[in-house]
């Protein structure tokens, strides 16, 4: 589940698939996002892509 709202975050990894096909793959994290998981979580779980796209729009 996604480290900052709970929630599913769809992550093949996490579902026991292969990481490699995960839509997290080809998306990009700004350190800021990473910034705010704390370090168990680190390349571990992924942010959900609702977690994402919200911060991608704050920071413009
Ligand atoms: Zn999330
Ligand atoms: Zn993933």
Redesign the pocket.
């Known amino acids: 589940m ?1 480290p ?4 599913a ?1 769809d992550c093949a990894g996490a579902a026991g698939r292969s990481h490699a096909d995960c839509w997290c793959m080809k998306e990009i994290f700004p350190q800021e996002i990473l910034k705010q998981i704390s370090k168990e979580y680190l390349g571990k779980a992924c ?2 892509k ?2 994402l796209e919200a911060f991608k729009r704050n920071s413009g």
């Open positions: 996604c900052l709202c709970g929630k975050n942010i959900c609702k977690c």
